[in-house]
């Protein structure tokens, strides 16, 4: 039976794909290329709990996703099963407001918007343009990061600079980790009935972090900006800050001003603070050992993402849902605990033998009794939300 689908989300250096079948419930293979584009590069396929690597010749997603097809001709099964790929897009700008069914016209619209993901777009579309290649036949779909925040408000999206940037350059807010968003709206509907007629905030914490408000199922505001750089404090990059930063780093250090971006792209945030690690498994290890640094860049993270829940909470009419997602909020009881100590105002309260106890991997609802908001712990799924709309785009 033709039921599974081939995800595939191509990064500047790396590729990580997965096969989901059952309607998206099951993982059949899943794997990842990285250090794309180095002689070093190497391909693994995780395969009922096995793992295999193999080194590639060259470094390049073309032959990351030869390696895939054959790794496919010698599991002709899973070959057969294939109806479709679904591939991760990061920026869809004003352009995509939903998953699309790709075409070359997609394709061109995909290479439109690298002026705001120079490191990502490009990738997307070599990615698409080698499925197609390797597997003829086969529908593919994008489906977007930005997409799910195209329902902001214009006094959201805006910002407030001369309107002839907007007007020319399509310089907004645009917001990233929407597939995330989406899945989490979705899920919480199926645990929480009427959710979807009710206000969200969403917490999505790994590496890349940002915040969401979600009003009757629709993203109303959220805290990253043109680029995943504005709003929380991150692994390596700094949220918001004053603009004017650029300038003094770039005078102080004698850089130029995307120097300095950089900077605040690649070396600040957890790692930057602590001067350890942008990881947050890591910078909790060395607190626990008596790291005051550690302890100060996972408090400011707490700090910056509360006030940053806060933000997007003013789109909303209440706040009867709050939840943390990614490898941080499922992961990090830490972390839950100080963010909701800063909001207590809001009049939301965890209870800590319930944050402590969650189990790894699972839903869990940890609100406290006298909270007036029910928090909850769900761990996002963007694979399977990214098959469903790539099995629902092929069937209609
Ligand atoms: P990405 O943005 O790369 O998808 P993830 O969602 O995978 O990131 O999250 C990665 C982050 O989750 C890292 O900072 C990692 O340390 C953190 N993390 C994963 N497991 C734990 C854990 N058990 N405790 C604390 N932090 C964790």
Redesign the pocket.
Known sequence: MKDSILVINCGSSSLKFAILANAGQTTLVEGIADRLGSSESSITFKYQEKKSIVMLDEGSHKNAVTQVKLWLNAHADIEHSLMGIGHRVVHGGEAFTKSVLINQEVINGITDCSKFAPLHNPAHAKGIEVAFELFPGLPQVAVFDTAFHQTLAPEQFLYPIPMSFYREHHFRKYGFHGTSYRYISQRLAQISLGSDQQGVLVAHL???ASTCAIDHGQSSDTSMGITPLEGLMM?TRSGSLDPSLISFISHAENISADEALDILSKKSGLLGVSEIS?????L?EAMASGDQRAKLALDMFAARTAKHLASVATTLKSIDHLVFT???GE??SYLRQVICNHLKALNINIDSTLNEKAPRGAEYDITANNSNTTVWIIPTNEELMIALDTISLIQH
């Open positions: 790994g590496n890349g692994g942008n990881d947050c498994r890591t909790e990614g490898g941080i992961n990090s």
